[in-house]
């Protein structure tokens, strides 16, 4: 069945540092790709978004490129906050579904 | 324009009880999801209607989890009788209705369920 793979946390990085959070996934075919973010005591919220192979989702300062051959789909930011210290999931929708399937999640912190 | 918006947010109850969820999905959105999750790992669907039709109960446990979808529009999710393995994150959301790749679906900021 389809599943997403996370590195696991937590991420502790300190402000400024680049961040990548690794995601790689199993699917059949071509599935869409996304990445949320969970801040504390707050519901899931859409960060960004790629729905073919070599797009790239962008929002924030985040970035993530959807690449087909090596089945991933990185977060990466060149710059973190204390203010982006939350959980981060990646997940997949599947071409022939309309749901989401998630990883188990990377908690990130950062310190000032 | 209003998001998904759930209740209620947090419930204690004792083994053994029931209990129930309750969730509005954003207007004109006709998919619904319920989701499942535990403690340190991502959200599992639990089930997903299309209008007032259940498509994918698949892994909803249906000796105590019931769900309904009256009129396609408000949902309710129950538990009866609750465990403690019940414990968790009880997340709604919704879509609009083209089940396409790279539909966003947007989430409620979930019902947090403390069995004891």
């Known amino acids: 069945g389809d599943s997403v793979t996370q590195m696991e946390g937590p991420v502790t990085l300190s402000e400024e540092a680049f961040l990548t959070i690794n995601c790689t996934y199993t699917?059949?075919?071509?599935?869409?790709l996304f990445w949320y973010v969970q801040y504390p005591g707050e519901g899931l919220q859409l960060l960004l978004k790629a729905t073919k192979a070599d797009d790239k989702g962008s929002n924030k300062g985040f970035e993530a490129t959807y690449r087909k051959e090596t089945t991933s789909f990185h977060l990466e930011k060149g710059s973190v906050q204390v203010s982006d210290s939350a959980v981060y999931f990646c997940a997949l929708s599947a071409v022939y579904g309309n749901k989401l399937v998630f990883g188990a999640g990377t908690i990130l912190r950062v310190k000032s | 324009e209003a998001g998904v918006v759930q209740s209620p947010r947090y419930k204690i109850i004792e083994k053994k009880q029931p209990v129930a969820f309750w969730c509005n999905p954003i207007?004109?959105?006709?998919?619904l999801y319920w989701y499942r999750q535990n403690l340190g790992q991502g959200p599992e669907l639990l089930i997903r209607?299309?209008?007032?039709?259940?498509?994918?109960d698949s892994q909803l446990p249906k000796d105590r989890f019931s769900a309904e979808r009256l009129k396609g529009v408000d949902s309710t999710l129950k538990i009866q009788p609750a465990e403690l393995g019940d414990s968790a994150v009880y997340l709604c959301?919704?879509?609009?209705?083209?089940?396409?790749?790279?539909?966003?679906?947007?989430f409620g900021e979930g019902s947090w369920l403390t069995v004891v």
């Open positions: 209607y299309e209008n007032e039709e259940a498509v994918d």
């Open positions: 699917a059949t075919g071509y599935p869409s």
């Open positions: 959301a919704s879509s609009l209705e083209v089940p396409s790749s790279g539909n966003t679906i947007y």
């Open positions: 207007s004109g959105h006709n998919t």
